[in-house]
């Protein structure tokens, strides 16, 4: 009696789902055709208090779809007697959980379930055929799933853009598997580059983009009239966040490149997307128009895989210029900028390790001044730039051969690489053509064909691809002559500048070793290491060096630094 009565004053939910999977089967899976069919089903049945619930547009492999999860929540509330819907998959084509709904919870909750082309009403006692519709409706889904990554994977392996065109692109009016620069954004990416090549970090570009009111790429493509995933509950247009920096600086499509695969899905049940490995992406280089230049983005990519964390900034907020290069000679550490709690005037570096201020694993504490560390560097670019002065010719020849080891290893590595992928190219063709034959007199079934065949053809594709890179690579025969005429080119505007700057010591240094102080009073030495971009350490020829820089740090307390590396 308690159900009888339920079932009188509960409504009957009409439940109708479609996705695009299923719209492309045929016009009587529609929403519209459902609801014909279920209104008309309910009269016959004499259930006239009816509810639609409707999902336009939902895979049926998981149940987190908003029409579905009211239904649920008016079932717990009470006001649901009967569910009904066209057939099993609409509910679902999830095996376990169409079971756990049709055999557990609608019991559970005195829920009749209908199911009209299935012929299934649960008030006429459970039904034998149900569990096999459900496997048949999720190996349905499974079939369609594959189908779409098998697609997904040949036109990512062609080169055609798989996700959308990021902030500064958009896509072309006249291809829109094509890519076109959005001159507005492209200006913003632009700036955030530069900023960041001036040392500035992640949030002090946000902030900077934020005061000059310039809005987000969320806001700005909704102020273009763009429908584009991810976060909406912003309610300032104008709050950049350093992880939306970070990203944009991270992203290699602008070179101009196309990178496939950057994600994936680990089975069509879940669809959260996953980072991939970085060896399994498809890269298509100079596909569109560069927004930056891959020199460019490289230097950024060294400038922030170097700054895992914010150093300490001056008492005026400034950083200092040598942020992210200075290193602890001795254990590698990066080390840390302070500024003196008296003399607020004095800044110095200590390494980021060390036992005595942050109990960690270094020895010695490798202080070092920060107005003696960019005297030295500059006494140093100054014996450079006369070495330049003097003797161009042989200044160009030393950078070439410190260049040439650091090349010849590209080159091995390039060609082993190279050999590698030709012979599976050569072996797969032959599987290919093998797999042809047997086909041709019945060994080898249609269908098995076709799925091999088709295997065969994308991975093709990826070693043609590959194959195409390395020799890219290989034939570059250029790339020494032009970093060796850049770093010459940066020592020379070096020679014209009355200071240094974060940029200029980007462009010319990758990084400074700093060792612990040898000695007791003005006998005291550092040894201060510098290596340069390209090149590594430079040994300038004794005729175009002058004295090892001195510092009087105190009364009666003198270093002097040393510029060259131990001997062995």
């Not at 509910?91 to 919870?105: A, E, I, P, Q």
């Not at 920096?245 to 695969?261: H, R, V, W």
């Not at 490995?277 to 950024?300: L, Y």
């Not at 450079?384 to 020849?397: G, I, K, P, R, V």
Request: net charge positive.
């Amino acid at each position: 009696m308690q159900s009888k009565n339920k079932n009188q004053i509960g409504i009957t939910a009409l439940y109708c789902r479609l996705s695009r999977d299923d719209g492309t089967d045929s016009d009587s899976n529609s929403v519209s055709n459902q609801k014909k069919l279920l209104s008309v089903k309910a009269k016959e049945m004499g259930l006239t208090d009816t509810k639609y619930y409707v999902d336009d547009g939902y895979t049926g492999t998981n149940f987190n779809r908003p029409g579905f999860q009211q239904l649920i929540n008016d079932i717990e509330i009470g006001l649901v007697s009967t569910v009904m819907v066209k057939d099993l998959s609409r509910l679902g084509r999830d095996y376990v959980s169409v079971g756990n709904y049709t055999d557990s919870y609608f019991p559970e909750h005195n829920v009749r379930f209908i199911a009209v082309n299935d012929a299934i009403d649960s008030d006429e006692g459970e039904s034998e055929i149900a569990p096999f519709k459900n496997i048949l409706n999720e190996m349905y889904a499974r079939d369609i799933s594959k189908k779409v990554r098998s697609s997904h994977r040949l036109r990512g392996s062609m080169g055609e853009p798989l996700s959308q065109p990021p902030y500064g692109y958009m896509k072309s009016p006249d291809d829109k598997k094509k890519w076109i620069v959005d001159p507005e954004a492209a200006t913003v990416v632009k700036s955030i580059f530069k900023m960041c090549l001036d040392g500035k970090g992640n949030e002090t570009i946000a902030r900077i983009l934020q005061e000059n009111k310039v809005l987000v790429p969320m806001a700005y493509w909704h102020s273009k009239g763009l429908n584009r995933g991810g976060k909406k509950t912003q309610t300032n247009p104008y709050k950049w966040c350093k992880t939306t920096i970070q990203k944009i600086l991270s992203q290699q499509e602008y070179c101009g490149d196309i990178i496939n695969f950057k994600t994936y899905s680990k089975s069509f049940k879940n669809k959260r997307r996953y980072p991939n490995d970085k060896e399994n992406w498809a890269v298509f280089k100079n596909a569109n128009e560069p927004i930056i230049d891959r020199e460019v983005f490289e230097r950024v990519q060294e400038i922030t895989s170097k700054t895992k964390r914010r150093a300490p900034k001056k008492e005026n907020g400034e950083r200092s210029i040598f942020n992210g290069l200075i290193y602890c000679g001795d254990c590698h550490s990066k080390m840390r900028y302070h500024t003196n709690t008296i003399n607020k005037d004095i800044h110095y570096f200590t390494c980021s390790d060390n036992k005595v201020d942050y109990r960690g694993n270094c020895s010695g504490r490798h202080y070092v001044r920060a107005d003696s560390l960019e005297e030295v560097v500059k006494a140093e670019l100054r014996q450079m730039a006369h070495f330049l002065l003097c003797d161009e010719q042989y200044f160009a020849e030393l950078l070439i051969k410190k260049n040439e080891t650091t090349l010849a290893n590209e080159q091995k590595a390039n060609e082993e690489a190279l050999h590698k992928a030709e012979l599976r190219l050569e072996t797969v063709i032959k599987l290919y053509e093998k797999l042809y034959e047997d086909n041709a007199i019945g060994k080898v079934s249609d269908e098995w064909f076709s799925e091999l065949s088709h295997k065969y053809e994308v991975e093709r594709l990826e070693l043609k691809s590959k194959i195409h890179t390395l020799k890219t690579a290989m034939s570059d025969s250029h790339r020494q002559k032009t970093e060796c005429e850049k770093f010459i080119q940066t020592v020379r505007q070096f020679m014209q500048m009355q200071k240094l700057t974060a940029p200029l010591l980007r462009e010319l240094i990758d990084h400074i070793d700093v060792f612990e102080t040898e000695g007791t009073g003005k006998n005291r030495t550092q040894r201060i290491v510098i290596y340069y971009r390209f090149i590594g350490y430079i040994v300038i020829p004794e005729c175009y060096s002058r004295e090892n820089y001195t510092a009087d740090i105190r009364q009666g307390v003198s270093i002097e630094y040393l510029t060259e590396p131990k001997s062995a």
